[in-house]
């Protein structure tokens, strides 16, 4: 899904300082592991949960971000490129407005990272995080937005200058720390992917100006619904490898920034499906591996395959309560990467009088 700042390799979940196992997101040596999931053949990632902040997490790997950029061996990497495409074609003809519209219905991150540029001044200094292909960012150019993309990937940079002009450096460019103070850093579907979520959250808490704001979506370990579901199966390992729990932010920093945490919920539709699986104690099928190559066509993705039997009766109770009205009864569920997070840098003398 995504990319990050180059950081130290963390290769098990965490190590502290007794070398026992810890969670990378809070720090607490109670995880327990409830199961392995394989996605990807010789990929094979056992899944940790803390007993602490309940996050979820696995082995986090490297070597495998430029792979799935190379092969698009992951459906929403492939559609990337296609992304890639559109906001290209857009952006050479110059339709600001057109490729505004294109991403913010695209994708509800896109959406939040724009409309919250907006709010700014058009000065203001601004630092895209994990751009990848630059398709995110080819907005704020188009619009004359101070902005500076950067991502791990060689191939992604590469190609984002090739398509957007010369916005774009690696993650270990001294361009990053240069071109600051920020007035907003964002990054989309990129903090479950890295190896150090909460280091690197700190880190991009030091490039802003106080006062500026850090924003990106999370994945929401509370989208996981059904019974024995040990991760998302849209986004898999080794690729995506931490899930969060809603107000895990807040608790980390509410001593460095104003956090607000908002989390997106499915519509209803979706939502009763879920509450109905939820309900009957559907079990979660663990996936069946797929090979990772360098596809001409997009990929298998994995997926709970239902039974036409109970998608059949999924589709007449949905009808039923859209008919009767009760449809806007249903109690929303939580979307998977709709955990989104602002955080607003304090001032040094709000961090010492709070
Ligand atoms: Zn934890």
């Given at each position: 899904?995504?990319?990050?700042?180059?950081?130290?390799?963390?290769?098990?979940?965490?190590?502290?300082?007794?070398?026992?196992?810890?969670?990378?997101?809070?720090?607490?040596?109670?995880?327990?592991s409830p199961g392995t999931v394989e996605y990807f053949?010789?990929f094979r990632s056992e899944v940790?949960?803390?007993?602490?902040?309940?996050?979820f997490?696995t082995t986090?790997?490297?070597?495998?971000?430029?792979?799935?950029?190379?092969?698009?061996?992951?459906?929403?990497?492939?559609?990337?490129?296609?992304?890639?495409?559109?906001?290209?074609?857009?952006?050479?003809?110059?339709?600001?407005?057109?490729?505004?519209?294109?991403?913010?219905?695209?994708?509800?991150?896109?959406?939040?990272?724009?409309?919250?540029?907006?709010?700014?001044?058009?000065?203001?200094?601004?630092?895209?995080?994990?751009?990848?292909?630059?398709?995110?960012?080819?907005?704020?150019?188009?619009?004359?937005?101070?902005?500076?993309?950067?991502?791990?990937?060689?191939?992604?940079?590469?190609?984002?200058?090739?398509?957007?002009?010369?916005?774009?450096?690696?993650?270990?460019?001294?361009?990053?720390?240069?071109?600051?103070?920020?007035?907003?850093?964002?990054?989309?579907?990129?903090?479950?992917?890295?190896?150090?979520?909460?280091?690197?959250?700190?880190?991009?808490?030091?490039?802003?100006?106080?006062?500026?704001?850090?924003?990106?979506?999370?994945?929401?370990?509370?989208?996981?619904?059904?019974?024995?579901q040990l991760w998302t199966d849209?986004?898999p390992p080794p690729?995506l490898v931490?899930?969060?729990?809603?107000?895990?932010?807040?608790?980390?920093?509410?001593?460095?920034?104003?956090?607000?945490?908002?989390?997106?919920?499915?519509?209803?539709?979706?939502?009763?499906?879920?509450?109905?699986?939820?309900?009957?104690?559907?079990?979660w099928k663990p996936p069946e591996p797929?090979?990772?190559?360098?596809?001409?066509?997009?990929?298998?993705?994995h997926?709970?395959?239902?039974?036409?039997?109970?998608?059949?009766?999924?589709?007449?109770?949905?009808?039923?309560?859209?008919?009767?009205?009760?449809?806007?009864?249903?109690?929303?569920?939580?979307?998977?990467?709709?955990?989104?997070?602002?955080?607003?840098?304090?001032?040094?003398?709000?961090?010492?009088?709070?």
């Open positions: 899904m995504c990319s990050q700042m180059g950081k130290s390799e963390n290769s098990v979940v965490g190590v502290n300082t007794f070398g026992q196992r810890s969670c990378r997101v809070c720090g607490s040596s109670g995880v327990r053949e010789g940790f949960e803390c007993q602490e902040c309940y996050s997490m986090h790997d490297s070597s495998v971000h430029e792979l799935f950029h190379q092969s698009g061996a992951i459906s929403y990497y492939f559609q990337y490129r296609q992304l890639a495409e559109k906001t290209k074609d857009l952006f050479d003809r110059k339709q600001t407005n057109l490729l505004r519209d294109y991403l913010t219905s695209y994708s509800s991150k896109y959406r939040f990272a724009i409309e919250e540029a907006e709010k700014l001044p058009s000065d203001a200094r601004i630092l895209e995080v994990g751009c990848s292909r630059g398709y995110l960012t080819s907005w704020f150019i188009s619009s004359g937005r101070q902005i500076l993309g950067m991502d791990v990937s060689r191939e992604a940079i590469d190609s984002a200058s090739a398509a957007f002009g010369r916005h774009f450096v690696l993650a270990d460019s001294p361009e990053i720390a240069g071109n600051g103070p920020y007035d907003l850093i964002f990054h989309v579907g990129m903090i479950g992917c890295v190896p150090d979520p909460v280091g690197l959250t700190k880190d991009l808490l030091n490039l802003l100006k106080p006062g500026g704001r850090l924003i990106f979506n999370a994945p929401n370990r509370q989208s996981c619904y059904l019974k024995g849209s986004a690729d931490t899930l969060f729990t809603p107000g895990i932010w807040k608790r980390l920093f509410a001593s460095e920034a104003d956090v607000r945490e908002t989390v997106e919920n499915c519509p209803p539709e979706q939502s009763l499906r879920i509450l109905l699986r939820r309900l009957f104690g559907l079990r797929n090979r990772i190559s360098v596809a001409a066509t997009e990929p298998r993705s997926g709970q395959q239902w039974s036409r039997h109970w998608l059949r009766f999924e589709g007449l109770v949905v009808r039923c309560a859209r008919v009767t009205g009760l449809i806007r009864l249903t109690k929303c569920q939580p979307y998977e990467f709709g955990l989104f997070v602002d955080l607003q840098k304090k001032s040094r003398a709000d961090v010492v009088t709070g």
